[in-house]
């Protein structure tokens, strides 16, 4: 018996994805189109976004770390409410080149955590938010 794969897409990205294919029979579920577009959805950016270069003026600099303190807070929101949740993200590989890649609200939260060490005070709100759930 073939595999049915259900997939929704709206032009603004992925609202919201059931598939049973390759996931050993359980729905797989996306976070909705509101939280995807809250969310950081290049991987591995908190760096960037959190400790901008210094080459960039005073107030490009203040503008992208605001916007990183709002995906932070946007990660530590959708992981609440589903830290299994799907979301799409791309990257960008010295060996493959760009992609895409579907990953877990908990995964994004997880590389976030790792990767801002630039603003303590926001990698300890990201560690807290792994700890209270995960224990």
Same mark, same amino acid.
């Given at each position: 018996?073939?595999?049915?794969?259900?997939?929704?897409? &709206?032009?603004?990205?992925?609202? &919201?994805?059931?598939? #049973?294919?390759?996931?050993?029979?359980?729905?797989?579920?996306?976070?909705?189109?509101?939280?995807?577009?809250?969310? /950081?959805?290049?991987?591995? #950016? +908190?760096?960037?976004?959190?400790?901008?270069?210094? @080459?960039?003026?005073?107030?490009? =600099?203040?503008?992208?770390?605001?916007?990183?303190?709002?995906? +932070?807070?946007?990660?530590?929101?959708?992981?609440?409410?589903? /830290? @299994? +949740?799907?979301?799409?993200?791309?990257?960008?590989?010295?060996? !493959?080149? /760009?992609? $895409? !890649?579907?990953?877990?609200?908990?995964?994004? &939260?997880?590389?976030? +955590?790792? @990767? $801002?060490?630039?603003?303590?005070?926001?990698?300890?709100?990201?560690?807290?938010?792994?700890?209270? =759930? @995960?224990?």
């Amino acid at each position: 018996m073939a595999r049915r794969c259900l997939i929704a897409f &709206l032009a603004a990205g992925v609202v &919201l994805a059931l598939s #049973s294919c390759g996931s050993g029979g359980k729905p797989r579920t996306f976070v909705s189109a509101a939280e995807q577009r809250r969310l /950081p959805t290049q991987q591995h #950016s +908190a760096g960037g976004e959190l400790c901008p270069d210094r @080459d960039q003026s005073h107030r490009v =600099r203040r503008e992208i770390t605001n916007r990183g303190k709002l995906h +932070a807070k946007a990660i530590i929101t959708a992981y609440k409410r589903h /830290p @299994d +949740a799907l979301v799409h993200t791309t990257y960008a590989s010295s060996d !493959e080149g /760009p992609g $895409s !890649e579907d990953i877990t609200v908990r995964a994004l &939260l997880k590389q976030w +955590a790792r @990767d $801002s060490y630039c603003k303590a005070g926001v990698q300890a709100q990201l560690r807290k938010a792994l700890a209270v =759930r @995960d224990g």
